[in-house]
């Protein structure tokens, strides 16, 4: 009992880094209606980042954190005036198919530059052994820096002007346009943002697991499903849906062969995004 | 249908293509070919769904593979004929597409994009577990499955010649239903879906019929192409990366065409073979895929055909 209890709590802990790297997805989305492709290729960047802060320059492994913020933010505005700009408003088949362009680009330089093998950044950090179990204090040092950035990202998008601005652009673009609102400016900074989650969130993610350039795929496809969980668009949401995905991953490892994990996943995403597109924790906001 | 230009075009340009390796006895032709010839199989029949419907099917490989996997199980476990365990792999992915249809066609735009992804990924998944098909490692042809069609080099022989039939089947397909009221009822959906709706288009069944019918010949083709190969396993057959690369060379020809997926898909395979080989590029192949699709995304919707229409407008007559 107290086996499966460990389980759910280390899911929940990881589950919290997808929230994470969700977040970046569906604050794009809820602001320009872009579905970010490229999402799964800045995952592996924010891996590739920590890579090179850690082992290359030598420097503590937690320093890439907001290394990766501060770079993922101006890579996405950057991709924006790029990539994303002339995609606003037009079908929705343009800017999936002008980020998942951007996507093949970022793979393919990085398979010239690191190949596909396997990286692995040891991180020390001490874990707490509770009844005999251990919680790895990568995991926990993870969901702590994840909460704390959610939190933060919480303060920006509801206690400054700034974050006014980027609510109303998401509500409606022609009003507040009407209103003084930049919107073409906030819309670049929204995407900064929502790369610089996902970028952090791979980071992250690369302190617990090794990472391939290829690992991005697994991760992005998580990021749908916490999404769709949580409903496209809504941050909080993918917070919970993030936790609930670790949740439904802790409780089905003892039970399932770990390779049907993927099934269970796929299988509740293709149904959720049939039977509740809007997401099963958007019921306050519509 | 036949009393225009057009389908004969496509005749001629199928036999010529059948032809050419089979008279020159070219194997390394043929192959190129070969490929090339898939790839347009998959790139008309997505073209039903993005060009007509204007819907992106981002899991569209799914056919593929799984027309692949039921025809090799066919050949190799209970030594059906070839050929009927192609046609057998095409209805069964076809009938399960429509079925599936009408759940994930509720969902527009980028909604449906994401749900074929997880489709794709799910069925992968769950062909990866599935022992009956070799689980992880696939399927592995016994040599003797060549028998029955006079020995491995005469096989390889009739598969292309089939690939290449099922090539024309694609594009007179997407001509024939271009030129159908159940096309332009589809046309009507990709430009709007409720005006259309309101005008008495059925919306969900003509969705779901043209998802089901892209998957038809694109599952007998994967039967054919994995035959051939003689192997197949879950993350060659499911592979997204194709899905995608189908996507491209859609856009790349001109969507809505049908000659612009066919031009789009022999370009794209004839580039990327050479991009393959030369020397400084072959590490950078997807690169030059990513900024050749942006490219075209950003500055040329229409695709080549596109801005061939543009350019000379009087080419639209004949090519169609």
């Not at chain 1, 929705?92 to 692995?120: Q, R």
Request: hydrophobic share 55%.
């Amino acid at each position: 009992m107290i086996g499966i209890l460990a389980s759910v709590i280390d899911g929940v802990l990881v589950g919290s880094v997808y929230g994470l790297a969700a977040m970046g997805l569906t604050l794009i989305w809820g602001v320009m209606n872009v579905i970010n492709l490229a999402h799964g290729a800045i995952i592996v960047l924010g891996m590739f980042v920590l890579y090179l802060v850690a082992t290359a320059l030598g420097l503590p492994a937690y320093g890439a954190v907001p290394v990766m913020i501060i770079f993922g933010f101006a890579f996405g505005v950057a991709l924006y005036w790029i990539a994303v700009h002339r995609m606003i408003g037009r079908p929705a088949l343009m800017s999936l198919l002008a980020t998942f362009a951007v996507n093949m680009v970022l793979i393919g330089l990085g398979t010239a530059l690191w190949t596909t093998s396997p990286y692995n950044v040891p991180v020390a950090m001490p874990g707490a052994t509770w009844q005999g179990y251990t919680f790895t204090g990568t995991h926990m040092m993870a969901a702590v820096l994840a909460a704390l950035i959610a939190g933060l990202l919480y303060l920006l998008l509801y206690r400054t002007r700034i974050g006014k601005a980027i609510r109303a652009v998401a509500n409606n673009r022609e009003a507040a346009e009407l209103s003084g609102i930049p919107t073409t400016q906030v819309l670049s900074l929204a995407f900064g943002l929502g790369v610089a989650l996902a970028g952090v969130s791979g980071t992250l993610i690369a302190t617990l697991f090794p990472f391939t350039v290829l690992s991005g795929e697994a991760y992005q496809l998580k990021s749908f499903v916490v999404t769709v969980l949580g409903g496209l668009g809504n941050p909080a949401g993918a917070l919970m849906g993030g936790v609930a995905l670790g949740l439904i991953e802790g409780l089905a490892t003892p039970f399932m062969p770990v390779s049907w994990i993927p099934i269970v996943e796929f299988g509740l995403f293709v149904l959720c995004l049939i039977a509740f597109p809007h997401g099963i924790f958007a019921l306050k906001r519509s | 249908m036949w009393r225009r230009p057009f389908p004969w075009l496509i005749v001629g340009a199928a036999l010529l293509y059948a032809l050419v390796p089979y008279f020159t006895d070219d194997v390394q032709l043929r192959e190129s070919l070969l490929l090339a010839a898939v790839y347009i199989i998959l790139a008309s029949n997505l073209n039903l769904m993005i060009g007509y419907a204007g819907y992106v099917n981002f899991g569209n490989i799914v056919f593929f593979g799984l027309g692949g996997y039921i025809c090799l199980y066919l050949v190799n476990d209970f030594q059906w004929p070839l050929i009927l365990a192609a046609l057998l792999g095409g209805v069964a992915v076809s009938a399960l597409a429509l079925l599936f249809g009408l759940g994930i066609l509720r969902l527009r735009g980028a909604f449906f994009a994401l749900a074929t992804i997880g489709v794709n990924a799910a069925i992968q998944q769950i062909v990866t577990n599935f022992e009956p098909w070799g689980g992880a490692t696939g399927i592995y042809l016994a040599l003797d499955a060549y028998g029955s069609l006079g020995g491995p080099m005469q096989a390889l022989w009739t598969t292309y010649l089939l690939i290449v039939a099922l090539t024309a089947a694609s594009l007179l397909a997407s001509y024939a239903i271009r030129n159908s009221k159940f096309g332009l009822g589809l046309i009507a959906i990709g430009q709007n879906e409720d005006a259309a709706a309101v005008l008495g288009v059925p919306t969900p069944l003509y969705k779901a019929l043209i998802y089901s019918a892209s998957a038809f010949l694109p599952a007998m083709a994967g039967g054919l192409y994995f035959f051939k190969s003689g192997i197949i396993e879950p993350t060659g057959a499911f592979n997204l990366q194709t899905s995608i690369e189908a996507i491209v060379m859609v856009m790349l020809g001109g969507s809505g065409t049908i000659l612009g997926p066919t031009l789009g898909a022999f370009l794209y395979e004839e580039l990327r073979g050479y991009l393959l080989i030369a020397e400084p590029f072959s590490h950078f192949q997807l690169v030059i895929a990513g900024t050749l699709l942006l490219i075209i995304v950003l500055f040329a919707p229409g695709g080549l055909l596109g801005f061939v229409h543009r350019l000379w407008p009087r080419t639209r007559r004949w090519l169609e």
